[in-house]
């Protein structure tokens, strides 16, 4: 392609991009610094609640290298339809509709070894060539850390509302999201919170609460940092249970609501 091309189709693209973006009310990043805190459970948490209580709302899996969404509702290995309009988000439910790129994988072992450039080249096509239509809220699923795709994000939707900052009450945890913190303020994006996961274990037997990786962490954190804390998500053994059997989070999603 020449560079007159180039330039041409990433017009092209940009004026898709906000297009579909001002039919969007809200547009929520979900992120964190470090792996394996929640983040995933958490924006489809927010996406399938704020579905089930009316919203028309499209959760965007923005991992490349580790989409989860697919898996989590139970659309992993389903090809996602094109229109006139671009592609069409897989429908959840009558109120939400996903996209992510496992849906584009040959399967769920592919391996996706791309360098940045291609990452958001494919994340500008999610946003901007995707039929996303009119919106309450869009959901934005970051994969960890604050490189590629987080910073793409906030870049490419100029009037993102906010970002959710999730973290586990652990030391370790908890100073990765001050980086995030860091982060968006250089970004000017705004923050609306900090929400600690992982928050105690309920005992299944008992009842007890038993904090495993401390507790308060979080809340102190955005206390020292000067952001909202949003509250607290626990352990549940009924996550996996239900993970397990279903592959999807219906029947549990809206027991802790944000």
Same mark, same amino acid.
């Given at each position: 392609?020449?560079?007159?091309? %180039?330039?041409?189709?990433?017009?092209?693209?940009?004026?898709?991009?906000?297009?579909?973006?001002?039919?969007?009310?809200?547009?929520?990043?979900?992120? +964190?610094?470090? =792996? =394996?805190?929640?983040?995933?459970?958490?924006?489809?948490?927010?996406a399938v609640c704020l579905s089930r209580k009316g919203a028309n709302?499209?959760?965007?899996?923005?991992?490349?290298?580790?989409?989860?969404?697919?898996?989590?509702?139970?659309?992993? #290995? %389903?090809?996602? +339809?094109? #229109?006139?309009?671009?592609?069409?988000?897989y429908p959840v439910n009558p109120n939400l509709g996903a996209i +992510?790129?496992?849906?584009?994988?040959?399967?769920?072992?592919?391996?996706?070894?791309?360098? =940045?450039?291609? %990452?958001?080249?494919?994340?500008?096509?999610?946003?901007?060539?995707?039929?996303?239509?009119?919106?309450?809220?869009?959901?934005?699923?970051?994969?960890? =850390?604050?490189?590629?795709?987080?910073?793409?994000?906030?870049?490419?939707?100029?009037?993102?509302?906010?970002?959710?900052?999730?973290?586990?009450?652990?030391?370790?945890?908890?100073?990765?999201?001050?980086?995030?913190?860091?982060?968006?303020?250089?970004?000017?994006?705004?923050?609306? #919170?900090?929400?600690?996961?992982?928050? #105690?274990?309920?005992?299944?037997?008992?009842?007890?609460?038993?904090?495993?990786?401390?507790?308060?962490?979080?809340? %102190?954190?955005?206390?020292?940092?000067?952001?909202?804390?949003?509250?607290?998500?626990?352990?549940?053994?009924?996550?996996?249970?239900?993970?397990?059997?279903?592959?999807?989070?219906?029947?549990?999603?809206?027991?802790?609501?944000?």
């Amino acid at each position: 392609m020449s560079k007159d091309n %180039k330039e041409n189709e990433l017009k092209r693209l940009e004026t898709l991009l906000v297009r579909n973006m001002a039919q969007i009310n809200a547009k929520i990043l979900v992120l +964190s610094n470090k =792996g =394996g805190v929640g983040k995933s459970f958490v924006a489809v948490n927010i996406a399938v609640c704020l579905s089930r209580k009316g919203a028309n709302v499209g959760l965007l899996d923005a991992d490349m290298h580790g989409p989860s969404i697919a898996k989590m509702l139970g659309f992993e #290995g %389903k090809i996602l +339809s094109a #229109g006139q309009n671009g592609i069409s988000p897989y429908p959840v439910n009558p109120n939400l509709g996903a996209i +992510s790129m496992a849906s584009f994988l040959e399967s769920v072992d592919t391996a996706v070894i791309w360098r =940045g450039p291609l %990452k958001m080249n494919v994340l500008r096509q999610f946003l901007a060539e995707a039929d996303w239509g009119k919106r309450d809220y869009l959901i934005v699923d970051s994969p960890p =850390g604050t490189g590629d795709e987080p910073l793409s994000i906030c870049q490419m939707i100029s009037d993102l509302t906010g970002a959710i900052i999730v973290t586990t009450p652990q030391d370790v945890a908890l100073l990765d999201s001050r980086k995030c913190v860091s982060f968006l303020r250089q970004l000017s994006t705004p923050i609306l #919170g900090i929400l600690e996961n992982m928050s #105690g274990l309920i005992c299944p037997h008992c009842g007890t609460k038993i904090d495993i990786f401390k507790s308060g962490g979080g809340e %102190k954190a955005a206390k020292e940092l000067n952001v909202p804390f949003l509250g607290r998500i626990p352990f549940d053994p009924h996550i996996a249970d239900v993970c397990h059997e279903t592959g999807v989070f219906g029947h549990f999603l809206g027991s802790y609501p944000l």
